[in-house]
């Protein structure tokens, strides 16, 4: 479970690194009051996160430790403190902040639930509607915050969390004199990007644990559309537009109205018209395109779209019968257009089992490794195909690489593969083909010779994790192959080059 206080998805910390000596136990009571209950995590700073329990108000809290104390937990306890002046139902709430010297800590509300990290993680990215109402929560809680004067300087899927209950709160807010209002409305871009693709756009501020966007040889992100089929072309254009530093940000109060606008409109986002979240009424926009006007127009809209909801409810109170819904491709006098398309469901994670991948050894390899391929589905980090150790990176002159192929049993549309491997500097590709021409050393050549490579190029790991988007939305795919072309060098000193396979992850529809 993921609590305030995560912290930046960068792996470095302003304050620099945190000493974590003189670790509090489970029952200890801070400042007479906060008693600690679990250790949940250690957040990406190095500061611990404790699930406690206020013994004065009986109720659960979040207590962030950071050792030590002093100058340098300032910045920490006074974005705390400025934070606890800010109520809002989509802010966490800040109760205590407390410096001891030797160590410093915040007494934050406790939020049952978890980060969008571990949601779009574990489900994989989210449908168009209810990616929107997340973004629009953390639009209305930068609003609140910006309102103030403050910027809140850390927002990302980490520190967007939503509640068993289906409220979005947004924690953690750690602003330095870097951050500005600026970023904190293009990271609500960032929310959007990840929620509807399961990408980070922002890693090339630092490096992060999330899989990076899709990006051209300018290094711009792909947008959503391109990555994913069935996201609406409005909400493509919105999200690509708060990422672009082209075109000028809008204030936070501005575009929580636009993304109420389509929230309320749900999934019929052909409707909505064109884009209405601005800059002030004195600022040119930096496009020629109708898609910026004045922000107090948003206001205005949703006033009207209030006005025409409540009028279609009066007229349709008496009907007898329930209005139906128009399906895509059927035809209706009134409602939805009959080519008004649907869009497209989420993509889910597909379950492998061990019958549906297979080692691939080309050309005549030795097949000490068939049945460990068992071990890159079974969902358990801690087991994992191992490849034998090679002399050379490139497995030799006439090996090609090897791979694990996936017979998904039934053509489908895919959206990613995710590959977890034990360490970085693997070359490796996605390939694809029309059948398993069989277990054997000429089964394995005749892959080679048929399949085809996925995308522009290999990609060389930078990461233990790995994210493939190279599917055509419009085309189905039935037997995929993982194929590695070069390796690491062995990682327990014992020389050449070898690396394990532990998890193959693959999201479609």
Not at 138 to 152: K, N, Y
Not at 166 to 192: F, K, P, Q, T
Not at 381 to 405: H, I, S, Y
Request: negative net charge.
């Amino acid at each position: 479970m993921t609590q305030v206080g995560e912290g930046h998805e960068t792996a470095a910390d302003a304050d620099g690194p945190v000493m974590t000596f003189g670790a509090p136990a489970a029952g200890e009571v801070l400042a007479e009051r906060y008693q600690l209950e679990e250790h949940v995590n250690d957040d990406s700073a190095g500061r611990q996160v404790w699930r406690g329990i206020d013994v004065i108000l009986r109720r659960p809290v979040a207590v962030v430790l950071r050792y030590p104390g002093g100058g340098s937990a300032s910045e920490m306890l006074q974005a705390a403190v400025d934070a606890s002046r800010v109520i809002h139902p989509n802010l966490v709430g800040v109760y205590d902040a407390i410096d001891e010297g030797a160590r410093a800590y915040v007494v934050r509300e406790w939020v049952d639930g978890e980060s969008l990290r571990e949601l779009v993680s574990t489900d994989g990215p989210l449908d168009p509607g209810r990616a929107t109402a997340i973004a629009h929560s953390i639009a209305d809680a930068l609003a609140a915050v910006h309102a103030t004067g403050m910027v809140h300087g850390n927002v990302h899927p980490g520190t967007t969390l939503i509640g068993d209950d289906g409220r979005v709160v947004l924690a953690d807010a750690r602003a330095d004199s870097a951050d500005n209002v600026e970023g904190d409305i293009r990271a609500v871009g960032g929310i959007l990007y990840f929620a509807l693709t399961g990408h980070w756009p922002h890693t090339e501020v630092g490096r992060s644990t999330l899989p990076d966007a899709n990006r051209d040889a300018t290094g711009n992100p792909a947008a959503p559309r391109q990555i994913r089929a069935g996201i609406p072309a409005y909400l493509d254009d919105l999200t690509m537009d708060l990422l672009d530093t082209r075109v000028a940000a809008p204030e936070a109060d501005a575009l929580t109205a636009e993304l109420a606008r389509l929230d309320a409109a749900e999934e019929d986002y052909e409707d909505v018209g064109p884009l209405r979240f601005t800059q002030n009424a004195t600022t040119e926009p930096t496009r020629s395109t109708p898609k910026i006007i004045v922000g107090v127009a948003a206001l205005v809209v949703i006033a009207v779209i209030g006005l025409v909801f409540g009028i279609r409810a009066i007229s349709t109170s008496g009907d007898d019968k329930p209005s139906g819904t128009t399906q895509a491709g059927a035809g209706s006098s009134t409602g939805t257009p009959a080519d008004e398309q649907t869009p497209a469901p989420a993509p889910k994670k597909i379950a492998l089992t061990a019958d549906m991948v297979r080692i691939v050894d080309p050309p005549d390899g030795s097949r000490e490794d068939t049945g460990e391929s068992k071990f890159t589905v079974d969902g358990d980090a801690d087991t994992a195909w191992e490849t034998q150790r090679f002399k050379q990176a490139n497995f030799g002159n006439f090996k090609p690489g090897m791979g694990v192929l996936v017979d998904l049993g039934s053509a489908r549309k895919l959206s990613e593969i995710q590959v977890e491997l034990s360490q970085p500097g693997v070359t490796m590709d996605i390939r694809a083909g029309s059948d398993d021409p069989g277990d054997t050393s000429a089964g394995d050549q005749k892959i080679m010779q048929t399949y085809k490579r996925l995308g522009d190029s290999e990609t060389k790991t930078d990461g233990t994790r790995e994210v493939f988007s190279v599917f055509n939305p419009d085309q189905t795919y039935r037997y995929v192959l993982v194929f590695m072309t070069k390796l690491p060098s062995a990682d327990d000193g014992n020389g050449g080059f070898k690396v394990s396979l532990q998890e193959i992850e693959v999201y479609g529809y």
